[in-house]
């Protein structure tokens, strides 16, 4: 492929042109979804990065503080995360049956529930946020000045979760270019927001962390309201006629019954986090914020890795509504090796820089310690991360979050915990332990999926 014919078929993807990705060669139906998909993760990175570079200027305790609650909040993303696949595969699996209509009933659906779980979680996060946080282990000082941020986090949750909802609509639909645009207008406002409700500017004053908080609720809702009027104006696959805007008891339990495995697949994979997180808080603040500097930037790496997976999971499901199986599996494929050899990459450049990159975040000495530590040793299972990630999603996709689940449930909690627990507190090796874990338990989460996707029964699912 020549230069010129690359930014074609890239400034084509970014427009986000509808094509029919039953039919266009699967190179070119990864590149199209693909593309925008990791944009939108690269701009989630960029967030996820430049939140903790202001977050960690106000002290050890305000980087804690981010990492205590966003290991209970993924409890919330894992909800959104769930309802967002099903969302996906039902709507996926209509535009490849050729049936937007259906698809759009599908997609109104899963906002009404999606909006009644956000309700019921923000209320419950209000008004418990100081005991989340003891729970977690956080130390009263801590408490005393992060609780406020994690009340702000929890009160604004209906942002995080439709935005991640509605994105997972329009991916299964094959918009992936209007999910790019929405998490970039969100985060984009994010990015802005953030030094000047944390650090304050003119008459706007100096909010500190929570200040971070509401720049992100703000930015977030933001990109919601965009997605609303894109759903409204009738010009994207899916949009809202008025038939479409009445509830659906069927289709609702369908959904439940697809975004349940989903749930329980991330709620594993979420508590699973808590967990780590609750033995690495035995250690200090500064064991804390290292781990949680480590985990973002392992995040950032991850997320446009996400991006090809998510794009792998729609052409499973729009091509078994299409009755092309063989298609869809080689489309899973092809993605999990793309996914590998980028994670590879980053990988490199992750082990050779570790020091510096956590220094940048943060100058003390054992922060950087352990952050670095962190940063290294999980890196050493990067591939695996890329074949694990592309796998599960994939069956996601198909409508199969059971096996997902199962496979999460088996390697997270039957092995990651103890395994974690083990090296951290009977052999001692603190945070460092904790790294091993993560990175053994991830690789040995993809060797299961890969062997799970092979056996080929999710070709058999119906939605």
């Known amino acids: 492929m020549t230069i010129r014919t690359f930014i074609y078929h890239f400034r084509k993807a970014v427009r986000g042109l509808e094509e029919d990705f039953t039919q266009i060669s699967i190179k070119k139906a990864i590149f199209y979804l693909s593309i925008p998909m990791i944009l939108e993760m690269v701009m989630e990175s960029l967030f996820a990065v430049v939140d903790i570079f202001f977050v960690g200027k106000l002290g050890v305790d305000a980087v804690a503080t981010v990492g205590l609650t966003e290991s209970v909040l993924t409890i919330i993303y894992s909800i959104a995360i769930g309802l967002s696949m099903a969302a996906t595969a039902i709507v996926a699996r209509r535009i490849g049956e050729k049936k937007p209509i259906e698809a759009s009933k599908a997609a109104f659906q899963a906002i009404m529930v999606c909006s009644i779980f956000a309700v019921a979680m923000a209320i419950l996060g209000v008004w418990q946020a100081e005991n989340m946080l003891s729970i977690m282990g956080g130390n009263p000082e801590l408490i005393a000045s992060g609780y406020k941020y994690t009340q702000v986090i929890f009160g604004g949750n209906v942002c995080v979760m439709l935005l991640f909802l509605i994105n997972g609509i329009f991916r299964g639909a094959g918009n992936a270019a209007i999910a790019m645009r929405a998490l970039w207008i969100a985060n984009g406002f994010n990015i802005i927001l953030d030094p000047i ?24 809702g933001i990109g919601v309201l965009f997605q609303l009027f894109v759903l409204f104006n009738g010009k994207s696959i899916i949009k809202f006629y008025w038939e479409s805007l009445q509830l659906n008891w069927k289709i609702v339990w369908t959904i439940i019954k697809v975004a349940s495995g989903g749930m329980g697949q991330f709620l594993i994979e979420s508590a699973s986090w808590i967990f780590l997180m609750r033995i690495i808080s035995e250690s200090g603040s500064s064991a804390l914020a290292g781990y949680t500097i480590a985990i973002r930037l392992i995040i950032f790496a991850l997320l446009p890795a996400f991006g090809l997976s998510n794009a792998s999971a729609t052409l499973v499901g729009q091509n078994l509504g299409a009755l092309q199986p063989a298609r869809a599996e080689k489309s899973a494929w092809f993605s999990a090796h793309l996914t590998a050899i980028f994670l590879g990459l980053c990988s490199i450049v992750f082990i050779a820089g570790a020091g510096y990159f956590i220094e940048i975040f943060n100058q003390e000495a054992a922060v950087i310690e352990v952050g670095r530590n962190g940063l290294i040793i999980i890196c050493l299972g990067y591939v695996f991360f890329g074949y694990g990630m592309v796998m599960s999603q994939s069956l996601n996709g198909a409508g199969d979050t059971r096996t997902p689940t199962i496979i999460n449930l088996a390697v997270l909690w039957g092995f990651q915990i103890p395994f974690a627990y083990f090296m951290a507190k009977v052999l001692g090796l603190g945070a460092t332990g904790v790294f091993v874990a993560i990175a053994i338990s991830h690789s040995v989460h993809a060797l299961v999926s890969a062997w799970a996707f092979n056996r080929g029964k999710w070709k058999l699912m119906e939605i």
């Open 197 to 220: 409700l944390i650090f304050g500017l003119g008459p706007i004053p100096a909010m500190g962390l929570e200040g971070a908080a509401w720049a992100t609720t703000t930015g977030r």
